[in-house]
């Protein structure tokens, strides 16, 4: 076998070697299945639930869904039922201009209202616990004016 071949012979070997291990490697591993089952549905007719809404599950299973056309915020416990809300619209404390990103601190939830310039801090027990402005500076996103 001439040199010239013998390094064809090797650089096609490299190239199906190269192509054979993300097969090899697929074929080793088995597919994954994920089965989804439904724990708890809320009806959002029944609840009047606006479009365009979040929602955050605490550790005991309650969740927070923000309501953006009525700027409050849900609450349900674990089981599904309406157990409180907090918020309308207005500017004073406990209400929002928007109801933005939220989320939990510690067993606190926590809501941005991007107009306000504020962040709102909600006790489990759905009650105002806070209200922390931030000053003009600081600017969170893009349009925040």
């Known amino acids: 076998m001439t040199t010239d071949r013998r390094r064809t012979v090797g650089a096609v070997l490299a190239i199906l070697s190269a192509a054979s291990v993300p097969a090899t490697a697929a074929i080793a ?3 994954r299945t994920l089965t989804v089952t439904q724990d708890l549905r809320i009806d959002a007719a029944a609840q009047n639930l606006s479009t365009g809404m979040q929602l955050d599950i605490g550790r005991d299973g309650s ?9 409050r915020i849900l609450f349900f416990d ?15 404390p406990g209400e929002f201009r928007t109801v933005g990103l ?3 601190y510690a067993d606190s939830l926590w809501v941005l209202d991007f107009q306000l310039r504020r962040i709102t ?25």
Not at 64 to 69: D, G, K, L, S
Not at 78 to 92: D, K, Q, T
């Open 63 to 71: 969740i927070a869904v923000t309501q953006p056309e009525d700027d």
């Open 121 to 145: 801090l909600i006790s489990p027990e759905h009650k105002l616990v806070r209200v922390i402005s931030w000053p003009p500076s600081l600017r969170l996103t893009p349009t925040d004016a």
């Open 102 to 104: 939220h989320g939990r």
């Open 29 to 31: 591993q088995a597919p």
């Open 78 to 92: 674990a089981a599904g039922r309406l157990a409180g809300s907090v918020g309308r619209p207005g500017e004073g």
